[in-house]
């Protein structure tokens, strides 16, 4: 099992979080359990992508309907 350190929201303090068996048969399961309190954390990477407009190109605006005055 791994071991590691982290805030536990339970047990309001930093605490050991070990991982348990996983049941699935993952390799790398994402869940840790306090070794205090027994409160459960999955722990999943956040993925951000941001489109950014080439420094080389200008921006491009979208085209406005207009209409005639009557």
């Known amino acids: 099992m791994h071991e590691r350190e982290q805030r536990c929201v ?3 303090g930093d ?3 070990e991982t348990p068996p996983c049941e699935d ?9 306090c070794t205090r309190c027994g409160a459960a954390e999955v722990v999943a ?5 941001l489109w ?3 420094k080389d190109r200008p ?8 209409t005639a005055a009557a």
């Open 45 to 49: 990477p956040i993925v951000v992508h």
């Open 59 to 66: 921006r491009r605006i979208a085209p406005q309907q207009r």
């Open 15 to 17: 605490m050991l979080f």
């Open 25 to 33: 048969g993952h390799d790398d399961c994402p869940e840790l359990v």
């Open 52 to 54: 950014m407009e080439p």
């Open 10 to 12: 339970i047990c309001d």
